[in-house]
Structure formats: C-alpha cells, structure tokens
C-alpha cells in the first residue's frame, strides 16, 4: 500500500471513529509508531486520536501498557498473549474506546522456525466487543513487513470494528 494509499485509508477510519463519536489509541511495537503516524497525518485526527504507546522493549510493554512479566517470559513479546494485554492496557491507559496493538519480527534477522521473520501478532481492544488477536506472516524486507502491517491492522480495525 503506498503512502496516499495509507493516508486515505486512515482518513476513512476517522471518519468512521468521528461518526461513532470514539477514540482510538495504539500500542506499537514492530512498526514503531507508524500507525500512530498515519492516523494523525490527517487533518483533525484530534477529533479521535489523543495519544499511542511506541512500547519497543519489553520493559516499554510492561511500564506502559500493563503487559504481565508471566506473558512475556512465557509466550514471548510475539504472542497472541502479549498482544491482547498491549491492546487492553493501552484502551484503559488512554481511555479510548477502541485500541490497535502490534508486536511482530520485522527483519531482517531475529526470526525462528517458530517466528520467522514477517510474523507479526496484533490486537484489537473495544470498549464494547471481545478483544480480537490475530496473526499474520508477510513477506518482504523490513520496511514492507512494517508497512503492510500498518495497512493491515487499520483495515482490520475498519472492517471488523468501525463499519459495523
């Protein structure tokens, strides 16, 4: 997804948000801010985004967000378990209403054969629905594995959360 690409999806999923009157906060981990950044590249983001967490280091995660040490030693900082507890302690910290976390293996090494490199976890956390955590392994160096996982987590947030 290019960058006016991004823009236009982020600029379609405030609408959504200024339309349903809420907020939408994040926790980011592999994509260092860059859905934050998306989503305040547009103009009146105010309206529906006050503040996210850039939660690099697991310390960040727990300091930050509320992410239990028993998580991060048990299942890695890359887990569905982790994920859920970013995107549930950020909605709480940053009093939204929905919240989008990310925590994944970007590259170019740090992969597994149980996490290679591209797998990215994120979490979804509403105020009014059953957090969601999914897992996604995309291709492609270190900026198109953060990139599609910036597009992917705002459309996620959109169709499963936003357009409903």
């Not at 939408?24 to 305040?40: D, F, N, R």
Request: some cysteine; hydrophobic content about 40%.
């Amino acid at each position: 997804m290019t960058d006016n690409e991004l823009i236009q999806l982020s600029t379609e999923v405030g609408g959504y948000l200024k339309r349903l009157n809420a907020t939408v906060t994040t926790a980011e981990s592999c994509t260092g801010g860059w859905i934050a950044k998306i989503l305040t590249d547009v103009a009146g983001s105010s309206q529906w985004f006050e503040r996210g967490f850039v939660t690099y280091s697991n310390d960040a995660k727990q300091e930050l967000v509320g992410v239990s040490v028993d998580s991060l030693t048990g299942y890695g900082a890359v887990s569905e378990q982790v994920v859920r507890e970013m995107a549930e302690g950020a909605r709480e910290k940053a009093c939204a209403q929905f919240a989008i976390s990310v925590s994944g293996i970007a590259g170019p090494d740090g992969g597994s054969a149980e996490k290679p490199v591209g797998t990215v976890w994120f979490g979804f956390a509403s105020a009014t629905a059953e957090t969601l955590a999914q897992r996604k392994v995309f291709s492609g160096d270190r900026e198109a594995v953060r990139r599609q996982a910036t597009a992917w987590a705002l459309l996620t947030l959109r169709d499963h959360f936003l357009k409903n």
